[in-house]
């Protein structure tokens, strides 16, 4: 075997203890009996250290160091090594007890906010989620950073994302967006009632599953089952899982949940399956698989040209919506209400719960808040941004299980991969003069194709910032997304 | 850590390890989208590899040693300690070239049987199998035995299992079977006709439901699904699933399917959860296993004090025996006719199919028999035994997977199951004046109690003829299963 062969097979290897580790969590949030908690914790457990152990021994660091010095090898091959060494030097600057103590301290704080939050006291999650910022802390200041502690953070979701950039990207759009907020408040309002009436749950699932088949997620490589949080898993590019939950009185909570899901895993399905546990055959970014999960699910599955084609669908399947206009049903699901909760937010204001999150992490990181201070500072950001303030902990600062799981740095990306997304179907809408009119007819293999093309098939071998460039001749920025809110938005409110 | 502990811990890691590749299978008999066979048939293999890896270290055969010395263990320990010793003793015997020489040669040959049985040509399979069966007299060899070579293959699935016991419980069981088979073939036929009328699927699977709950397999900790061939498979005693197919027109192939893997999985459930990963929290052996399963299967389940309690709640549920008498339901599902199909034998002539295998196997491993002259001794053996003839391998030679997953020596512990299930089954009743009317009255507690107490609880520590004289009095023989068929089916065929 030569040398590439061998850091191929051992890549391999350790994808496969990962990928069984996501097969073994799928199954827990899925199917596993009740009492199968305490022994799956441990499986788990095993398996994740056993996929750690392998990935950070000396032999494998050694062959990356060889392999960059060889000669022969292809542009792809290259940058395999090349970034399995950048994630190996990172990964090597943390010795073993300090991965233990923090990996310690995520399980305490994570049973402490479980608890705070089913309390409503704040005060039981304080003294450790402080302990985890700590660590937090310490763990910027082991990686490095440039400019600011926070920027280390970023980068383990966001490869080369910084405040600096962040600030840029998000002052651009705060103004605009309030502005466009402020009008809409102002508008007549939408009426919603009707999607609060009481759908059958196996209709919602069945349409669900039409809907899925139609924006070619391919069930012969995937499968959609019920848990209590969505989510999507990967255990290859030919098995890519998603779930999802139905709601018998909400009709949009398990829809755009499902087609949100399914973006993801779109994505997912379009790697280069030959490239298996190799950084070409990974998703490039957090910022950019939710490109894809928010492209699917706000910028096609939430326009009318997309209900042009399914509401007649919807109309045969549920009797509630025979006699409703399809005007009333593309306002209803476009209703934009500030509210409280993140993750039931319509997709203007969603910008301002992440805005408010990166605020706070941000003067955490820098020392200029504690933990103690995050519960006044949360409430006076809600009204500041929204206009609303919460009543309690559990609906604001507890709201979210990312701290608890010291995910200190992951929820900018939801917001860029909006910007994202509306970057990429700019561009995609600009390359297909009928793009409105494959929606409308139904066909979304085109721009599956093309998401396939320039985007999924790529998987990580350039950064987000190149990728962005090279497919609409800009790098990130809000404009796109802008243009795309005040367009829609202005037609639906009449503003 | 004290090195007891060192030695639990390295044996639940493994543990963990083998629960993962069970779990990795359990998902792709059941959930596994088409596309995900191939990623699927290496993580299997990656993880297999690892934990026999682990298994064979020097670290774990030397700490064993090491604890075989060591005066301060309790009986439980020192017998873990024991067997695990044992089995790394005998599997260190084999270089890694032999079992990656076996490995190969049993996957050539899986794919040769299923190409053989699917075209219905013994020849495609013959010189696969022949060179199988070369490694398999290397491995008996290898392993070493007393007096024959097949004893080496017993020992792998029935500790301490000969061909010189066999010979004296099938000796024995042969000639009484064979007349009360006779008997029967001259009685008035049953009619069992209406069990391949039309049943509801739903309505099927929800009454098997209803009977596992009430025999008592736990729901929180296991759970049922569909799959082609119906098994059991355990991530841990507390986590232990079933799955079983349903035939709309065949009522009978779920629900004793699923008695029978629900009996497998009650066995699993009360092993010792504290001896996670040790010999004493495993099954003691096949046949002990397969005693719960047909036990359940048949002595309990196609009972007629079984169905004085179920029968009822079948007639509230399908239409089709609301008219019907219980004895005429109890006759038809204990119908005996000899067929050529193992998995589908009524449980008397079920043993002529086990005893043809085992005298097929044995002439094989003592080399009176070659891979070529299969065929024609197996047809002139089913004509002997049971009077009938196959006119194609595929329902003759070719039935069994066994033969080309290198399963030599596996069949007889299925007989072997029987016999104690009913030796343990006449144990009970001997200890329990009113079993049957336990029995007749849906109280399936107190013989789970007791099977749990006396069998599923004691794990590996002992071994099956030990258990057996312990709970029995006496060693296994074929006297209690004739005195429970004799009686049992005189009745029903009125002899």
């Known amino acids: 075997m030569n040398k590439y062969d061998l850091f191929k097979e051992k890549m391999a290897e350790i994808a496969d203890l990962r990928n069984a580790v996501a097969v073994l969590n799928w199954d827990q949030e899925t199917y596993m009996p009740l009492k199968g908690t305490g022994m799956r914790a441990r499986q788990i457990a095993t398996l994740s250290s056993l996929s750690h152990e392998k990935f950070t021994t000396q032999e494998l660091f050694d062959l990356t160091a060889e392999l960059l010095d060889s000669a022969d090898l292809s542009e792809i091959q290259m940058i395999n090594v090349k970034k399995t060494k950048q994630d190996l ?3 090597r600057k943390f ?10 301290a995520i399980s305490k704080s994570f049973v402490d ?7 409503d006291n704040f005060k039981l999650f304080e003294s450790s989620l402080a302990e985890l910022i700590a660590l937090k802390k310490e763990e910027a200041d082991i990686s490095g950073y440039q400019d600011h502690p926070y920027d280390a953070l970023l980068d383990t979701y966001e490869p080369q994302m910084t405040c600096a950039k962040l600030d840029i990207i998000f002052g651009g759009l705060k103004p605009e967006l309030s502005q466009l907020l402020n009008k809409i408040a102002q ?5 919603d009632a009707f999607l609060f009436d009481q759908y059958d749950i196996d209709r919602q699932w069945q349409f669900g599953l039409t809907v899925l088949k139609n924006l070619g997620y391919d069930f012969d490589a995937g499968r959609q089952d019920k848990s209590s949080h969505p989510f999507t898993t990967s255990f290859s590019s030919e098995d890519v899982r998603i779930t999802t939950r139905v709601n018998e009185h909400d009709f949009a909570e398990m829809l755009w949940s499902s087609i949100h899901e399914g973006g993801h895993a779109i994505y997912e399905q379009g790697l280069p399956a030959d490239q298996y546990g190799l950084p070409a055959g990974q998703y490039l970014s957090l910022s950019i698989h939710e490109s894809q999960s928010r492209l699917y699910e706000n910028n096609l599955g939430r326009s009318k040209a997309f209900w042009e084609y399914h509401f007649p669908i ?4 549920f009797s509630q919506f025979k006699s409703l206009d399809i005007n009333s049903f593309y306002k209803a699901i476009n209703t ?12 203007l204001s969603y910008h301002f719960h992440v805005i408010i999150r990166y605020e706070i992490e941000r003067a955490i990181m820098s020392g200029e808040v504690d933990a103690k201070d995050l519960p006044e500072l949360w409430n006076s950001k809600y009204d500041a941004y929204l206009g609303i303030k919460p009543n309690s902990d559990k609906v604001g600062v507890l709201q979210d299980i990312h701290w608890s799981h010291g995910s200190f740095g992951y929820f900018p990306t939801y917001s860029l991969g909006s910007l994202y997304a509306a970057q990429f179907m700019a561009q995609y809408k600009s390359d297909h003069e009928n793009a409105e009119e494959q929606f409308r007819s139904g066909d979304y293999a085109l721009i599956k194709k093309w998401l396939n093309q320039h985007i999924h098939s790529k998987g990580k071998t350039l950064s987000s910032e190149e990728l ?3 497919l609409t001749g800009s790098g990130l920025n809000h404009s796109a997304f802008m243009l795309y809110a005040n367009s829609k938005y202005g037609e639906i409110y009449n503003i």
């Open 89 to 91: 030097d990172k990964l």
């Open 468 to 470: 962005c460039e090279e």
């Open 113 to 119: 906010w479980n608890k705070a939050k089913d309390e």
């Open 336 to 347: 934009v209400k500030p509210s409280l909760i993140r993750t039931n937010a319509d997709e």
């Open 95 to 104: 010795d073993s007890s300090f991965i233990k103590q923090q990996s310690l």
């Open 187 to 191: 508008a007549p309002q939408i009426d």
């Open 314 to 317: 919807l109309q045969n399947n």
